[in-house]
């Protein structure tokens, strides 16, 4: 299609910012009411994506534009069943965190929403762009925005958090730019596809795990991977509710984005011979991340932990099928494997976003995340207990809602192909009941009543409308799944099938 | 003839409209929600037993099984179909199940009456109702665990569904993770089925090759080596089975259950749910049998004839009426298991089904004591008798079902267990596990008799054993269900008479529950002695129990006569210490591990270099000039600690005197200029 | 094209020069006139970047190879004119009060900036010492500008003193150079290195003279350790003066370095590459570390100034002129000044900015900067995110031109300390940001910006902003700039 | 006839007594004259190349005349930044001309 | 040994005991003369090299620059040049050894090296190359001495003038 879809869900939301910047900051009104119709615009036009997807095709609505001709550098923006799913939940997630956030964010609004527009854009730059350097400066570009988000709205300990994000992330990106150069020298082009056709290194296989482990840094800390998640907990617990929303729901998933966009076809041999570290470090960040949160009395915190474990499955369903490459009887379960990995960003997205809105509700009205302090709220804000109740089900991988499919297709299809990390993984999600039944349900909602909150409110009704639509994608994909797995199954084989 | 059987994919539905509705729209309607749940049990009853009696008169659906799809999920190049079917077992089910629900949740609108959380209530009971309708109807693997799991969670809210009592909110976390262990076991035979045969769906699975396939294949296991693949598989799936159906070691939930209103008890705790893991062993069984020889059977048998004796022994010394049936459901749950461990299918799933109509009674019948009673300690009831006549009767009726006393239901279910086991033993000799098998269930149903009869004194018999109790019949709404059930719980073992038997063998279409289930396998072939023997015992047991707490009933003040017992009574009041010993050995090490990590992120890995920032960063005083103090710790200090420390150092070149500035410059020279002299030499 | 037409900048600079002292005497007790002096001299410098523009892409030596017009010499002569310019425009109000010879401080940078232009050009070791030294002592009087505040001459006798020294080293350098070639032409000298007349022991003898020639290069660009000078020296010059010495001795003293070695050492590329790498790694180490302790901004940027000298000395230690690739390393360089140029100037601008206004330099003075001018804040966030090598902006564009440079040649060491060295460097450009938004202020008084300051800092900054998101013509200009005479 | 490496020798001589002094003199003074030995230095060497190695072109010659010329600026420069340190601290120490540190 | 030979170690043997005076000696002033010695004693040494007139040039600059010097000596002797003061600072040592081993090096590395041993006679009229030299190929390092000599002095004045 002619129509420049991705650049205009791209800059929409940049244009939106700047003209936010040029409204008067006394009109907070305006720029709210403003800033979330840009919101919207992107978001329609993902959906529009997503229905006009054809998902056998592979890369599609792509622009090529010479933007750097000196050095090869191309405006080159593509989509396929990997990142549509993930640009629309990005501007879903955007435009509800907005929408929240013209509730609960009281000082200095406009920038707060400058900043979160000009966040939108660069997650959708990363998601659209094929080029290294473009997908490069998207990438720094977001740390930015976030950085002030979590620096100015949020919480104690905010500017340690911002300045230990931003140097954690900035630490992974630099080591990738240099892995980027490398492939360009190696391959003498820029473009994402081209480059890994090319199959750089493919002569020197020391070179390429260099520079295999330098993208890797850079993505394993965005996950965040076990050794390098240390950055997380500070950071979602210091951030304002919508920037855990942003943060948990897709910044995360913009590393799990590059290792299945660049590092797997990038570098097919050395993910291959790497892929027991990789899946040992994945089943790691299952189990610790599960027992650590379980350790938790801190709501925020105990949820940030389990982004690690969830995003562990992720990561070995990625190893997964890293490990089988080349054995060519593997493909369905490396498939499924994959598929279980997308799906469970996609959910994880949702679900871990509805509920750091959810601890948002809670911490508005109580001020308080202390779990110990609360007790017997079930009786007091039904409604608000039923949702968490969902949110914290679908977390824990009940079958029926979404975040159970996810985890099924990652252990199918890692069990195929290495089932004692499976083995070891599946730990996880008993320790995930625990914490979510235990800690959270239990320890909240259960119990005799804490008299402390007799004049608790129940949800209000932006604080519904916010959460309604994460409610229903877990229902809805739980309930029927083909829904996304179609989409997410043919990029994912055709993906693999490339590395055949 | 078809369109008939598709209409099973709305068996599951009706309930769960039922569900959604009641939940988000009719919570304030008490009277709107209740009619809602009924109108969609009821249906579901409807449309059941329909496809059932009409699948009961259709072989080719008995044998073949007839599938109804419902979506496909696309695998890689493949895909994924997931849908719904009627078999024989199936059809079995799809009698009892609605039934049993239907009287429930009519007996619930009596029992609940004026609940705070009435409406929901019937919601979730509604969900539940879902899932063990879907459960039975599934026709994969996959489904099938998907349904077990939404019981599991309905089983957790409705054991904590009084959650303000903390230990009804404990008992509903302790059901939910007990059972969820199992389930991860369960889950990990699943993808090890699924990674091996490429498939979930049973008719696939069940297929020739799919079963010769896994008779060749092998799979290395750590520690045990390699082994062939269908006992693992079979075990592991026997994982599930063992958290769901309460078997040892993981029956520690299922008392604790019943913390939740007695119907929930009868419903998910006796009748239904628990008798899943049954089921699933059933429905897996051609798995468990492929390669008889193998551990899948015998561990299957050891896990059920054991729990069975054990949690009998354990009944014996409960004072909690509800307790009581609850360790009874433990230990005849093990009966089933045992039953299918040593092959005896029919008999398993036979013994399933009228358990399930005479438990569901004895508990709906504790239920209308509680209600009417107003306590559960049987130990404070008695002389209940005259009060609540219905009850009693149809107590009654359900205790000699269990007691397995002829002609009642029980006593034909068991006693073809009994017969298969012994038959087993004659072929395999005294040394193998059916022997053991009979003799443990044979000891069993001598206890079970006996602490039947103990419960029965005890609660009807006699005076009452505390002034301040006023207790009445319960209303019709209860009693209704009662007498229903009652009527099942006499009769139904009509239905699988063994054919060699005089007159009602051939009365009552020759076994006919053989003859819908069992097509596959051959009738147990009726055995005279072992049938006396249980009978036998049976009536032994009550009649122990009539000279314990019959003959001169328990006044008030008097302990329990089995005190005498001295420390075996305390051992098995305690039920031999199981829980303490978990919570001692798994739970709290568990929790005090991740708190142990905790610190661990917290000190170590959270902050590679807090150790060093504190040892470096003391020492260098000035640290919190250079940024403000919130800033101080973490990596970012550690950042700031070595790289202030070489700035330290280096300041102190910065002098402000000139003349050391041109000394270093000229000193860089002098070096240069010498490493270069030196450096080729 | 007729020796008149290239040397017209030159002359054009040096009119301006001599116009704006001349006039600043005529106009003597004529405050009034005064004010227009900046305005000669910013003329001045537009007429001579137009001039300069006319010049491209010649390719010719003049008045017997005393100096080049080549494309290099031209793009440096546009970063002189450039810095001056902006310069100029933030010391407009600088120095009102301050001193009162205001007019011949413009006329001396003018004349700095020629000097800026002829130490590109110069292709003859006396041309190179001369303008040197031109641009040295026109330096020292500039730091010493504010002769009744201590601070400023002490800077400058420091200055000076060091300054002094470093030339006399780098002249004895030289004149063995004479003494070994028999030439002080650039060309000639590698010519007779080329030839392979000189025994083994001559060649011994260039040694020292290297080492004393890279002594008086790194004092002018300030490299480690011949850097010291500059802290004291920037933190007492009067803040615009700081600006130009920040950006113009340096680019003089990198054009000076790279046409030096390039024409005229070639031959001993491995020695002097292996030399400038090590002290590229201790400048920006040494640089970033120490910037992190620095509470004065003035000073705190004086290091981050050395730290960047470092960065840019990658892509000249990974030279690499017969190449294919497109990363020869001195276009990294070139592009790297031109980035660098804006983003620094642009800070300091800020820094007068706020100076003028609060008479402070302390960084936590400027907590809550964000409420008392967002603007300035804004922009100056942005020209940091610069220097810390964010994308989309001119710092990024540098930085990897030079890490790929240093990739290109397998300095993977000299990458790697580079990036690591960008990460510490992000701390305290954040620290600075971190007070700016973060911290609130005590007084709430807004902080105004002359106008003249506001056109500086807003063309730095969108420069800035222009070169990292369309670098295109500016990496075709800076590619083409690499034609040295005689080299390529 | 002399040899030129005397020359050269002494020039050293005179550039490492000018360093000296440079390096270890506490007054401006002292250390501008330093600066003056280096210088004087320099010009021996380049004289006596020119004559030795290339007496018919003038290069190291002239360069001599150049750097005499330079000498006097930088000296006048020099003393006048001496004074005004003069003004300001009353003192020509150098070490004690050090408000400006770390 | 010849006669040049002799006046050179002579002439060169004083100069550089002058030089050590200067950067040795307590007193400013007597620096400043000793300076003074040395600069004629480099003017011999360009006699030897067959320079006179560029010997006239030194002796004119520099005694000029020194008497220079040698005002500000006294001007300032009140402070800096009182017998008492100590002259050197507290890195003298160091700074010693430094200047030690850089003559080393320096020296080690001239004598290595295979000079002509002789010079060969003038050929060109040295003073008129010069005077061409400066018109001509220097022209353009001429032009920039004369502007270096402007700017310093402009900036001379600037610095030191009184108000």
């Not at chain 3, 350790?225 to 113009?248: I, K, M, N, R």
């Not at chain 3, 003293?253 to 590229?280: H, K, N």
């Not at chain 3, 954040?430 to 008084?445: D, H």
Request: net charge neutral; charged share 10%.
């Amino acid at each position: 299609m002619d129509f420049p879809i991705l650049t205009v869900i791209t800059f929409v939301p940049l244009l939106g910012s700047l003209i936010v910047l040029c409204m008067p900051k006394e009109r907070e009104r305006l720029i709210k009411q403003f800033s979330i119709a840009v919101s919207f615009i992107p978001l329609i036009l993902s959906i529009l994506l997503w229905v006009n997807l054809d998902k056998d095709a592979g890369i599609q609505f792509e622009e090529l534009v010479a933007w750097i001709p000196a050095i090869h550098v191309n405006y080159h923006v593509g989509a396929d069943g990997l990142s549509v799913p993930l640009i629309f939940l990005t501007a879903l997630l955007t435009t509800l965190s907005l929408f929240y956030s013209s509730f609960t964010i009281k000082n200095r609004v406009k920038e707060f929403f400058f900043l979160f527009l000009l966040l939108e854009m660069g997650m959708f730059g990363v998601f659209v762009s094929l080029d290294f350097v473009l997908f490069y400066v998207f990438w720094e570009i977001g740390l930015v925005p976030m950085y002030f988000l979590i620096g100015v709205w949020g919480g104690p300990r905010r500017e340690y958090a911002a300045i230990k994000f931003f140097l954690y992330t900035l630490v992974g990106s630099v080591a990738m730019l240099l892995a980027i150069i490398g492939i360009y020298l190696n391959t003498g082009t820029f473009d994402i596809i081209q480059a890994a056709a090319l199959r750089p290194f493919v002569e020197n296989f020391t070179l390429g795990a260099l520079a295999f482990w330098a993208i890797f840094l850079a993505f394993a800390i965005k996950v965040p991977m076990f050794p390098f998640h240390t950055w997380l907990p500070d950071a979602h617990v210091e951030a304002p509710t919508a920037g855990s929303v942003i943060l948990a729901g897709i910044l995360l998933k913009l590393g799990c984005y590059g290792f299945f966009r660049i590092l797997l076809p990038m570098f097919p041999e050395q993910f291959h011979y790497f892929a027991p570290v990789v899946a040992v470090l994945a089943v790691i960040s299952i189990v610790y991340g599960a027992m650590v949160s379980m350790a938790q009395w801190d709501l925020k915190k105990l949820i940030a932990y389990s982004s690690v474990s969830h995003m562990g499955y992720v990561m070995l369903g990625l190893a997964a099928a890293a490990f089988a490459l080349g054995s060519k009887d593997m493909l369905t379960s490396q498939a499924i494997a994959m598929n279980g990995a997308v799906f469970q960003m996609f959910n994880h997205g949702i679900i871990t976003g509805a509920l750091f809105f959810l601890v948002g509700v809670i911490y508005e009205r109580a001020h308080t995340r202390d779990l110990k302090a609360f007790g017997g709220l079930a009786s007091k804000v039904p409604y608000y207990y039923g949702i968490m109740l969902v949110a914290g089900l679908a977390s824990l991988g009940l079958p029926g809602l979404a975040g159970f499919w996810g985890e099924f297709f990652v252990f199918r299809g890692t069990f195929a192909i290495a089932p004692v990390y499976a083995a070891v993984g599946v730990i996880g999600i008993v320790f995930t009941a625990a914490y979510i039944l235990w800690k959270v349900i239990q320890h909240v909602f259960l119990g005799p009543f804490n008299e402390k909150w007799a004049d608790l409110r129940d949800m209000d009704t932006y604080e519904k409308i916010t959460l309604w639509p994460l409610v229903g994608f877990m229902v809805l994909f739980g309930l029927y799944p083909p829904l996304i797995v179609d989409t997410i199954n043919a990029a994912m084989t055709r993906l693999l099938s490339g590395l055949m | 003839m078809t369109e008939l059987f598709d209409w099973v994919r709305l068996i599951p539905l009706f309930p769960f409209l039922a569900f959604a509705i009641i939940l988000l729209f009719t919570q304030r309607n008490q009277k709107l929600s209740t009619y809602l749940a009924w109108v969609g049990i009821g249906l579901a009853w409807i449309l059941g037993w329909t496809i059932a009696f009409r699948a009961m008169a259709d072989p080719h659906v008995l044998e073949e099984g007839f599938r109804a799809p419902i979506f496909a999920i696309p695998t890689g190049r493949g895909l994924l179909e997931l849908g719904f079917q009627v078999d024989a077992l199936t059809t079995a089910m799809l009698f009892m199940v609605p039934f049993v629900c239907l009287m429930i949740f009519i007996y619930s609108k009596g029992y609940m009456h004026g609940d705070p959380r009435y409406s929901r209530f019937f919601a979730y009971v509604s969900l539940f109702a879902t899932g063990m309708l879907g459960l039975i109807v599934s026709d994969n693997l996959l489904l099938l665990y998907i349904f077990w799991e939404v019981m599991g969670l309905c089983s957790y809210l409705l054991i904590g569904f009084w959650f303000e009592k903390p230990s009804a909110m404990k008992a509903g976390l302790k059901a939910f993770i007990t059972t969820r262990i199992g389930d991860v076991i369960m889950f990990l035979g699943m993808l090890l089925l699924y990674s091996t045969t490429g498939t979930l769906s049973f008719h696939e699975i069940f297929s020739e090759e799919t079963l010769h396939f896994l008779k060749e294949t092998m799979v290395w296991v750590p520690l045990v080596g390699t082994v062939p693949v269908a006992p693992v598989i079979a075990i592991l799936l026997f994982g599930g089975a063992v958290g769901k159906s309460a078997q040892f070691p993981l029956h520690v939930w299922l008392p604790d259950a019943m913390e939740g209103p007695t119907p929930v008890s009868a419903l998910i705790h006796a009748a239904t749910m628990v008798s899943a893991g049954v089921y699933l062993v059933a429905r897996m069984f051609p798995i468990f049998a492929l390669l008889p020889e193998t551990a899948s059977m015998s561990v299957v048998a050891f896990i059920g004839g054991f729990t069975a004796l054990f949690a009998a022994t354990i009944a014996l010394a409960q004072d909690d009426i509800k307790r009581v049936l609850a360790y009874s459901t433990i230990s005849q749950l093990g009966y089933m298991i045992a039953a299918l461990g040593v092959g005896a299918y029919v008999a398993a799933t036979f013994h399933l089904i009228t358990h399930a109509f005479f438990k569901a009674l004895l508990f709906l019948g504790s239920g209308s004591v509680i209600h009417g009673a107003g306590t559960q300690d049987m130990m404070e009831m008695g002389g209940l008798r005259k009060k609540m006549p219905i009850t009693f009767w149809t107590f009654l009726v359900g205790m000699l079902a269990l007691a397995g006393v002829p002609p009642f239901a029980g006593f034909w279910s068991k006693d073809e267990i009994l017969a298969h086991a012994f038959e087993e033993f004659l072929h395999k000799g005294v040394a193998s596990w059916p022997f053991f098998v009979w003799l443990v269930l044979s000891l069993g149903a001598l206890l079970t008799a006996f602490y039947m009869a103990r419960q029965v004194f005890l609660t009807f018999y006699g005076e009452t054993r505390s002034h301040h109790m006023h207790a009445h019949e319960s209303p019709k709404v209860m009693t209704y269900p009662l007498i229903a059930l009652a009527v099942f719980a006499a009769l139904l073992g009509f239905a699988g008479v063994p054919e060699e038997f005089p007159v009602l063998g051939p009365l009552f279409g020759h076994n006919f529950f053989h003859h819908v289930v069992g097509h596959a396998y051959p009738a147990t072939p009726l055995n005279w002695g072992v049938m006396g023997l249980s009978v036998l015992l049976a009536l032994t047991g009550l009649f122990l129990g009539w000279v314990v707490y019959g003959r001169n009933p328990l006044k008030h003040g008097q302990p329990d006569p089995l005190t005498k017992l001295g420390p075996m009574y305390t051992l098995l009041r305690n039920k031999y210490y199981i829980d303490e010993f978990y919570s001692k050995v798994i739970v709290r090490p568990a929790v005090a591990l991740a708190t142990l990590l905790f610190r661990f992120d917290n000190s170590w890995v959270v902050d590679p270099f807090v150790n060093l920032v504190g040892k470096v960063g003391v020492w260098l005083s000035d640290l919190g000039r250079i940024f403000d103090l919130n800033i101080i710790d973490g990596i970012v200090n550690g950042v700031a600690a070595v790289t202030a420390w070489f700035g330290k150092i280096l300041r102190l070149t910065q002098t402000g005197k000139a003349q050391n500035y041109l000394l270093v410059a000229v000193l860089t020279v002098l070096l240069l200029l010498g490493l270069y002299l030196y450096l080729p030499m | 094209m007729n020796l008149l037409g290239l040397l017209s900048p030159e002359l054009i600079l040096l009119a301006t020069g001599l116009v704006v002292l001349f006039l600043d005497m005529a106009f003597h007790g004529k405050q009034g006139r005064r004010e227009w002096l900046p305005f000669v001299a910013i003329a001045g410098l537009v007429v001579f970047l137009i001039a300069t523009s006319f010049l491209w892409g010649a390719h010719e030596s003049l008045l017997s190879d005393m100096m080049a017009v080549d494309s290099f010499a031209l793009f440096f002569k546009v970063v002189a004119g450039l810095a001056t310019l902006l310069v100029i425009l933030a010391s407009w109000d600088y120095f009102r009060g301050k001193t009162p010879y205001e007019g011949e401080f413009y006329a001396l940078l003018v004349l700095a900036a020629l000097a800026i232009t002829l130490a590109a050009a110069s292709t003859d070791l006396i041309m190179v010492y001369l303008s040197m030294e031109f641009l040295s002592i026109g330096s020292y009087i500039l730091v010493g500008y504010l002769r009744d505040d201590p601070k400023s001459n002490e800077g400058a006798i420091k200055y000076f003193l060091y300054g002094a020294v470093a030339s006399g080293i780098m002249l004895y350098g030289m004149s063995l150079v004479y003494g070994v070639t028999g030439t002080t032409n650039l060309a000639q000298i590698a010519a007779t290195f080329a030839a392979g007349k000189l025994t083994g022991e001559m060649l011994w003898l260039m040694l020292p003279a290297l080492i004393m020639l890279l002594a008086g290069f790194g004092f002018k660009i300030a490299l480690v350790p011949f850097h010291q000078w500059s802290p004291d020296a920037y933190e007492g010059a009067p803040t615009p003066v700081t600006a130009f010495l920040s950006v113009g001795p340096k680019a003089a003293g990198f054009a000076i370095l790279m046409r030096v070695f390039l024409a005229a050492f070639p031959a001993f590329q491995l020695d002097w590459a292996a030399v400038l790498a090590a002290i590229s790694m201790i400048t920006m180490t040494l640089g970033n570390v120490v910037a992190l302790k620095q509470t004065n901004i003035k000073r705190m940027l004086a290091y981050s100034s050395i730290a960047h000298a470092g960065y840019i000395l990658i892509g000249f230690a990974s030279v690499a002129l017969d190449s294919p690739s497109l990363f020869n390393g001195v276009n990294g360089v070139l592009l790297y000044l031109l980035g660098y140029l804006f983003s620094n100037v642009g800070i300091f601008v800020a820094v007068i900015a706020f100076e003028n206004a609060t008479g402070s330099n302390q960084i936590p003075d400027y907590a809550g900067l964000i409420k008392r001018s967002p603007w300035l804040a804004g922009t100056l966030f942005v020209l940091l995110l610069s220097l810390t090598g964010i994308p989309a902006t001119a710092g990024f564009l540098g930085k990897f031109f030079v890490f790929a440079a240093a990739i290109n040649m397998q300095f993977y060491v000299l990458a790697l300390v580079g990036i690591v060295n960008s990460v510490v460097a992000a701390f305290y450009y954040l620290n600075v940001a971190r007070y700016m938004f973060f911290v609130p202020s005590e007084q709430e008084s807004r902080v105004v910006i002359a106008p003249a300051l506001a056109v500086a800092l807003g063309v730095a900054t969108v420069a800035t902003l222009v070169i990292g998101l369309y670098p295109q013509p500016f990496i075709e200009f800076a590619n083409q700039s690499v034609r040295l005479l005689g080299v390529f | 006839m002399i040899p030129l490496s005397w020359f050269l020798i002494l020039g050293a001589a005179l550039f490492c007594i000018g360093m000296y002094g440079v390096l270890s003199r506490r007054n401006a003074i002292g250390i501008l004259m330093g600066v003056e030995l280096i210088l004087n230095a320099v010009n021996v060497n380049l004289i006596a190349f020119w004559r030795y190695r290339t007496p018919d072109h003038l290069t190291g010659l002239v360069f001599a005349v150049f750097v005499m010329a330079i000498a006097a600026a930088e000296a006048a420069v020099g003393l006048a930044l001496i004074i005004a340190i003069y003004r300001t601290r009353n003192t020509v120490i150098v070490e004690d001309v050090d408000l400006l540190k770390m | 040994m010849s006669l040049p030979q002799i006046v050179f170690l002579a002439v060169g043997l004083i100069t550089l005991g002058a030089a050590v005076a200067v950067v040795t000696s307590r007193n400013v002033l007597h620096s400043a003369f000793l300076l003074a010695l040395t600069f004629f004693g480099v003017a011999v040494l360009y006699v030897l090299l067959d320079t006179p007139y560029l010997a006239a040039a030194q002796v004119l600059v520099y005694i000029g620059a020194v008497s220079v010097l040698i005002i500000f000596a006294i001007m300032l002797s009140r402070k800096v040049a009182a017998p008492d003061l100590v002259q050197r600072n507290s890195q003298w040592l160091l700074a010693l050894i430094v200047a030690v081993l850089l003559f080393g090096a320096l020296a080690y590395l001239t004598l290595q090296a295979a000079w002509p041993a002789a010079k060969q006679a003038l050929g060109v009229d040295a003073i008129g190359g010069l005077g061409q030299a400066f018109v001509g190929t220097y022209a353009l390092p001429f032009e920039v001495v004369s502007v270096v000599l402007l700017v310093a002095l402009v900036g001379a004045i600037i610095i030191a003038r009184e108000r």
